[in-house]
Protein backbone atom coordinates (compact mmCIF):
# COMPACT_ATOMS: atom_id res chain seq x y z
CA UNK A 1 0.00 0.00 0.00
CA UNK A 2 1.35 3.33 -1.14
CA UNK A 3 2.34 5.80 2.43
CA UNK A 4 0.30 8.94 0.33
CA UNK A 5 -1.99 8.48 -1.57
CA UNK A 6 -3.87 10.62 -3.85
CA UNK A 7 -6.51 11.30 -6.76
CA UNK A 8 -4.71 12.21 -9.11
CA UNK A 9 -7.02 14.65 -11.32
CA UNK A 10 -7.44 16.31 -13.14
CA UNK A 11 -9.70 18.84 -11.47
CA UNK A 12 -10.19 21.08 -14.61
CA UNK A 13 -12.60 24.07 -13.06
CA UNK A 14 -13.82 27.71 -13.96
CA UNK A 15 -12.00 31.14 -12.24
CA UNK A 16 -14.22 32.02 -9.05
CA UNK A 17 -14.82 27.96 -8.30
CA UNK A 18 -14.35 26.10 -5.33
CA UNK A 19 -12.18 22.91 -6.08
CA UNK A 20 -11.85 20.56 -2.44
CA UNK A 21 -9.57 17.16 -3.47
CA UNK A 22 -8.44 14.58 -0.39
CA UNK A 23 -5.37 12.47 0.33
CA UNK A 24 -4.85 9.08 2.31
CA UNK A 25 -2.14 8.11 4.32
CA UNK A 26 -1.60 4.78 5.51
CA UNK A 27 1.10 4.92 8.49
CA UNK A 28 -1.08 6.05 11.53
CA UNK A 29 2.48 7.30 13.09
CA UNK A 30 2.32 10.27 10.61
CA UNK A 31 3.13 13.44 12.92
CA UNK A 32 3.04 16.57 10.50
CA UNK A 33 1.00 17.04 7.40
CA UNK A 34 1.09 19.64 4.89
CA UNK A 35 0.22 20.64 1.20
CA UNK A 36 3.06 21.66 -0.96
CA UNK A 37 2.57 23.04 -4.51
CA UNK A 38 4.57 21.89 -7.96
CA UNK A 39 4.18 23.69 -11.19
CA UNK A 40 5.34 21.96 -14.21
CA UNK A 41 9.63 21.02 -13.75
CA UNK A 42 9.68 23.46 -10.99
CA UNK A 43 10.57 22.75 -7.15
CA UNK A 44 7.73 21.81 -4.71
CA UNK A 45 7.10 25.16 -2.53
CA UNK A 46 5.03 24.86 0.68
CA UNK A 47 1.35 26.39 0.35
CA UNK A 48 0.35 25.10 4.08
CA UNK A 49 1.17 23.21 7.01
CA UNK A 50 -2.07 21.38 8.24
CA UNK A 51 -2.95 21.38 12.16
CA UNK A 52 -5.51 18.86 13.89
CA UNK A 53 -7.70 21.65 14.20
CA UNK A 54 -8.12 22.63 10.76
CA UNK A 55 -6.88 25.54 9.30
CA UNK A 56 -7.09 28.33 6.53
CA UNK A 57 -4.96 30.51 5.15
CA UNK A 58 -6.38 33.11 2.84
CA UNK A 59 -8.65 31.09 -0.12
CA UNK A 60 -6.86 27.61 1.39
CA UNK A 61 -8.44 25.55 3.80
CA UNK A 62 -6.69 22.57 5.02
CA UNK A 63 -8.34 19.53 7.60
CA UNK A 64 -6.99 16.83 9.05
CA UNK A 65 -8.54 13.65 9.61
CA UNK A 66 -6.42 11.10 12.34
CA UNK A 67 -9.31 8.65 12.87
CA UNK A 68 -9.78 8.28 8.89
CA UNK A 69 -6.34 9.04 8.33
CA UNK A 70 -6.82 11.71 5.59
CA UNK A 71 -5.94 15.07 4.38
CA UNK A 72 -8.11 17.49 2.22
CA UNK A 73 -7.51 20.56 0.82
CA UNK A 74 -10.24 23.78 -0.70
CA UNK A 75 -9.31 26.29 -2.94
CA UNK A 76 -11.90 29.03 -2.99
CA UNK A 77 -12.37 31.06 -5.63
CA UNK A 78 -9.80 29.85 -7.83
CA UNK A 79 -7.76 31.62 -9.61
CA UNK A 80 -5.76 31.30 -12.98
CA UNK A 81 -2.47 31.47 -10.79
CA UNK A 82 -3.60 27.90 -8.58
CA UNK A 83 -3.19 25.46 -11.53
CA UNK A 84 -0.77 23.43 -10.63
CA UNK A 85 -0.03 20.01 -9.21
CA UNK A 86 -0.88 19.94 -5.33
CA UNK A 87 1.19 17.09 -3.40
CA UNK A 88 -0.02 16.08 0.22
CA UNK A 89 3.05 15.16 2.55
CA UNK A 90 3.43 13.72 5.67
CA UNK A 91 5.95 12.60 7.94
CA UNK A 92 6.71 10.53 11.06
CA UNK A 93 8.26 13.02 12.79
CA UNK A 94 11.80 11.96 11.86
CA UNK A 95 12.25 14.69 9.33
CA UNK A 96 11.94 12.33 6.40
CA UNK A 97 9.06 13.97 3.57
CA UNK A 98 7.30 11.19 2.27
CA UNK A 99 5.31 12.86 -0.75
CA UNK A 100 2.18 11.80 -2.96
CA UNK A 101 2.34 11.74 -6.31
CA UNK A 102 -0.13 14.83 -6.67
CA UNK A 103 -3.27 16.00 -7.83
CA UNK A 104 -3.20 18.33 -10.85
CA UNK A 105 -5.58 20.90 -10.95
CA UNK A 106 -6.23 23.30 -13.68
CA UNK A 107 -8.47 26.58 -13.76
CA UNK A 108 -9.90 27.77 -16.70
CA UNK A 109 -10.46 31.62 -17.97
CA UNK B 1 12.82 36.41 1.67
CA UNK B 2 15.66 33.96 2.19
CA UNK B 3 15.85 30.76 0.11
CA UNK B 4 17.93 27.35 -0.63
CA UNK B 5 19.91 27.93 -3.98
CA UNK B 6 21.27 25.15 -6.32
CA UNK B 7 24.09 24.83 -8.89
CA UNK B 8 23.80 23.51 -11.67
CA UNK B 9 20.48 23.93 -12.96
CA UNK B 10 21.43 21.22 -15.55
CA UNK B 11 24.08 18.23 -15.48
CA UNK B 12 24.43 16.31 -18.25
CA UNK B 13 27.23 13.53 -17.94
CA UNK B 14 28.27 10.30 -19.10
CA UNK B 15 26.93 6.58 -17.47
CA UNK B 16 29.96 6.15 -14.83
CA UNK B 17 31.45 9.34 -14.55
CA UNK B 18 30.86 11.12 -11.29
CA UNK B 19 28.72 13.96 -10.37
CA UNK B 20 28.76 16.84 -7.42
CA UNK B 21 25.44 18.63 -7.12
CA UNK B 22 26.00 21.83 -5.11
CA UNK B 23 23.51 23.60 -2.91
CA UNK B 24 23.31 26.81 -0.49
CA UNK B 25 20.88 25.66 2.20
CA UNK B 26 18.82 28.56 4.31
CA UNK B 27 21.83 30.13 6.24
CA UNK B 28 19.82 29.75 9.47
CA UNK B 29 18.96 26.36 9.17
CA UNK B 30 20.26 23.41 10.57
CA UNK B 31 18.60 20.22 8.77
CA UNK B 32 19.40 19.32 5.50
CA UNK B 33 17.71 17.15 2.46
CA UNK B 34 18.49 15.86 -0.99
CA UNK B 35 15.16 14.65 -2.58
CA UNK B 36 14.93 13.31 -6.15
CA UNK B 37 11.99 12.73 -8.47
CA UNK B 38 12.15 11.22 -12.10
CA UNK B 39 10.50 12.90 -14.36
CA UNK B 40 6.75 11.93 -14.57
CA UNK B 41 7.22 10.20 -10.89
CA UNK B 42 6.68 11.67 -6.99
CA UNK B 43 9.49 13.07 -5.38
CA UNK B 44 11.55 10.37 -3.22
CA UNK B 45 13.43 11.22 -0.20
CA UNK B 46 17.15 10.62 -0.53
CA UNK B 47 18.61 11.17 2.70
CA UNK B 48 18.77 13.65 5.78
CA UNK B 49 21.86 15.70 7.27
CA UNK B 50 22.29 16.97 10.96
CA UNK B 51 25.10 17.93 12.62
CA UNK B 52 27.54 16.61 10.05
CA UNK B 53 26.47 13.57 9.75
CA UNK B 54 23.32 11.70 8.23
CA UNK B 55 20.37 10.98 10.15
CA UNK B 56 18.49 8.73 7.94
CA UNK B 57 19.11 7.69 4.52
CA UNK B 58 16.42 5.70 1.77
CA UNK B 59 17.20 2.56 -0.28
CA UNK B 60 17.97 4.76 -2.60
CA UNK B 61 20.90 6.15 -1.03
CA UNK B 62 23.43 3.56 -1.83
CA UNK B 63 26.82 3.35 -1.41
CA UNK B 64 27.12 5.27 -5.07
CA UNK B 65 25.99 8.47 -2.87
CA UNK B 66 27.31 10.47 0.06
CA UNK B 67 26.56 14.24 1.17
CA UNK B 68 29.03 16.33 2.70
CA UNK B 69 28.81 20.03 4.05
CA UNK B 70 32.44 20.98 3.22
CA UNK B 71 32.26 24.30 4.70
CA UNK B 72 29.60 26.52 6.49
CA UNK B 73 27.46 27.29 3.61
CA UNK B 74 27.14 24.49 0.81
CA UNK B 75 25.83 21.64 1.02
CA UNK B 76 26.75 18.80 -1.38
CA UNK B 77 25.48 15.95 -2.68
CA UNK B 78 27.71 13.13 -4.95
CA UNK B 79 27.13 10.24 -6.95
CA UNK B 80 30.04 8.15 -7.25
CA UNK B 81 29.56 6.59 -10.57
CA UNK B 82 26.16 7.73 -12.33
CA UNK B 83 23.94 5.44 -14.09
CA UNK B 84 21.38 5.85 -16.38
CA UNK B 85 18.38 5.85 -13.84
CA UNK B 86 20.11 8.33 -11.96
CA UNK B 87 18.67 10.84 -14.21
CA UNK B 88 15.88 12.62 -13.02
CA UNK B 89 15.68 16.47 -10.84
CA UNK B 90 17.41 16.55 -7.31
CA UNK B 91 16.18 19.00 -5.48
CA UNK B 92 17.77 20.25 -1.84
CA UNK B 93 15.78 21.12 1.26
CA UNK B 94 16.57 22.66 4.63
CA UNK B 95 14.44 23.27 7.26
CA UNK B 96 14.74 24.84 11.13
CA UNK B 97 14.67 22.41 14.15
CA UNK B 98 11.31 22.44 15.79
CA UNK B 99 9.02 24.21 13.12
CA UNK B 100 7.08 21.12 12.22
CA UNK B 101 9.51 20.18 10.11
CA UNK B 102 8.65 22.80 7.34
CA UNK B 103 11.19 21.73 4.43
CA UNK B 104 12.11 24.44 2.07
CA UNK B 105 13.01 23.45 -1.72
CA UNK B 106 15.36 24.85 -4.02
CA UNK B 107 14.94 25.10 -7.66
CA UNK B 108 16.60 21.82 -8.61
CA UNK B 109 19.45 20.21 -10.90
CA UNK B 110 18.04 18.51 -13.67
CA UNK B 111 20.47 15.56 -14.22
CA UNK B 112 20.80 13.91 -17.68
CA UNK B 113 22.68 10.56 -17.65
CA UNK B 114 23.82 9.93 -21.25
Known amino acids: RKEVEQDPGPFNVPEGATVAFNCTYS??????FFWYRQDCRKEPKLLMSVYSSGNEDGRFTAQLNRASQYISLLIRDSKLSDSATYLC??????????FGAGTTVTVRA | EPEVTQTPSHQVTQMGQEVILRCVPI?????FYWYRQILGQKVEFLVSFYNNEISEKSEIFDDQFSVERPDGSNFTLKIRSTKLEDSAMYFCASSEPGTGYEQYFGPGTRLTVT
Open chain 1, 89 to 98: VVSRGDYKLS
Open chain 1, 27 to 32: NSASQS
Open chain 2, 27 to 31: SNHLY
